[in-house]
């Protein structure tokens, strides 16, 4: 993962508001969640999260797909995955440790 990609990521969840819009997909899984509901759900305001949605698509952290007349959004998986991957990949000077079975995360499904 480029350093530039992580450095996006970080700064796009460093936001209370873009945090819990992760969280909640995270949550919600491959399925996703209308831009709708994540707004009901988190008490924001449609054009604050198109906002925040904005930011965190930005940052490679949220896809969309289009259902319709919604818009869904899933967290990136994959890019969470390697977030968490580069920012531990020498963790434990290179011993095993918690953070190595990284992979395994999620049920091992990348």
């Given amino acids: 993962m480029e350093s530039n990609l992580v450095v996006r990521a970080l700064g ?8 819990a819009i992760f ?10 969640m209308a831009a709708g509901e994540i707004a009901q759900r988190l008490g924001l305001a449609p054009s604050s999260l198109s906002f925040h949605l904005k930011d965190l ?3 490679e952290l949220v896809k969309s797909r289009q259902e319709g007349r919604f ?3 899933t967290a990136n998986f994959d890019a969470m995955t390697d977030l968490v991957g580069y920012l531990t990949e020498n963790c ?3 011993a ?3 953070a190595s079975d990284l992979p395994n995360a ?4 990348r």
């Fill in 96 to 98: 095993a440790c918690a």
């Fill in 57 to 59: 698509s930005h940052a």
């Fill in 12 to 19: 796009a969840l460093a936001h209370e508001s873009r945090l």
């Fill in 92 to 94: 434990c000077a290179g």
């Fill in 71 to 73: 818009v869904i959004y």
């Fill in 23 to 32: 969280r909640t997909l995270v949550v919600a899984g491959p399925d996703g």
């Fill in 106 to 109: 999620c049920g091992g499904k």
